[in-house]
């Protein structure tokens, strides 16, 4: 089953708010990344607290977790932004256990700006994984799968990346999360090719559209309302629920720092996203 999800911050900066708009647009889960208006990383004890609760007595619950962990300029040789990187996971996997929520997304570190095109994981393999290790280790004693995400701007920006990082640590704690769109945007086929490396290992899908050349190698413009673009949602959810993939597929709008409940035209595009994949999911038949 492929269960519709939102970001809990692309329909308002308060989460019983934004909830009460899932649940008007007729989607039950929400992915957590911020919380009035800040990272989830930057949550209190008290915000966790709150949104236990509403979550608790309400129709809408929490998916997991997206966080920031390991991107937006953490390299793997700033050993000052890794060390706050880890405090902040240390503090994002005691929310989880708290939320009971096992799953959180997290990135393949940032490559160094100033020499970007000469940063590759094949050449920086060993201090990927060495800077990894700690992590996957606080995953699975927190019993939380770290669920990477690829990303144009790290190491980890195709199927294959990902695969090869998966195989190495061979842990129920160590997933892909599938951004369709970033693996298409860092030069991956995504589907079907990029598909074959990670199908078994997708803990977690995220859903944003794009327009591609004819040869559907390059991106040329991101974010159109989903099943308007050139990514084949229908077949690749098709193959997913063949392949036994039974979770969520969490649309991205990235409406930051305004939110749907804040802008009507913002309603209304977020609206039209969960039309787009729910008439997806039923012209391919995948129960939802």
């Known amino acids: 089953m492929i269960r519709p999800c939102l970001f809990n911050d692309d329909l308002a900066h308060t989460f019983d708010k934004s909830v009460e708009v899932a649940e008007k647009l007729g989607v039950g889960f929400l992915e957590l990344r911020n919380i009035n208006g800040m990272p989830i990383g930057q949550a209190t004890s008290q915000d966790i607290k709150n949104i236990k609760a509403i979550a608790a007595n309400g129709p809408v619950k929490i998916a997991s977790v997206g966080s920031l962990v390991f991107a937006k300029g953490c390299t793997i040789v700033n050993d000052s932004m890794y060390k ?70 790290t190491y980890l920006g195709t199927a294959e990346d990902l695969s090869k990082v998966v195989k190495t640590f061979n842990s129920d704690y160590v997933k892909v999360c599938w951004d369709v769109g970033n693996a298409w945007n860092a030069g991956d086929m995504a589907y079907p090719d990029g598909y074959e490396f990670i199908k078994n290992d997708i803990a977690h899908v995220h859903i944003k559209d794009l327009k591609l050349n004819a040869e559907k190698n390059r991106v040329l413009s991101d974010r159109v309302v989903t099943g308007t673009g050139d990514i084949p949602w229908g077949p690749i959810f098709s193959a997913l629920h063949k392949d036994g993939y039974d979770g969520h597929a969490c649309i991205e709008c990235n409406f930051i720092p305004w939110t749907a409940d804040l802008r009507p035209y913002l309603m209304d595009r977020v609206t039209a996203d969960v039309q787009g994949l729910k008439k997806i999911l039923d012209d391919v038949g995948v129960p939802y």
Do not use: W
């Open 84 to 153: 706050q990187q880890m405090e902040i996971l240390e503090k994002v996997l005691s929310f989880c256990q708290e939320l009971d929520v096992r799953k959180v997304r997290v990135f393949g570190f940032d490559k160094v700006k100033a020499d970007f095109r000469n940063h590759s994981l094949e050449g920086y393999f060993d201090q990927v994984i060495d800077k990894l290790t700690e992590p996957v280790r606080m995953a699975e004693k927190a019993g939380v799968v770290l669920m990477f995400e690829p990303e144009f701007e």
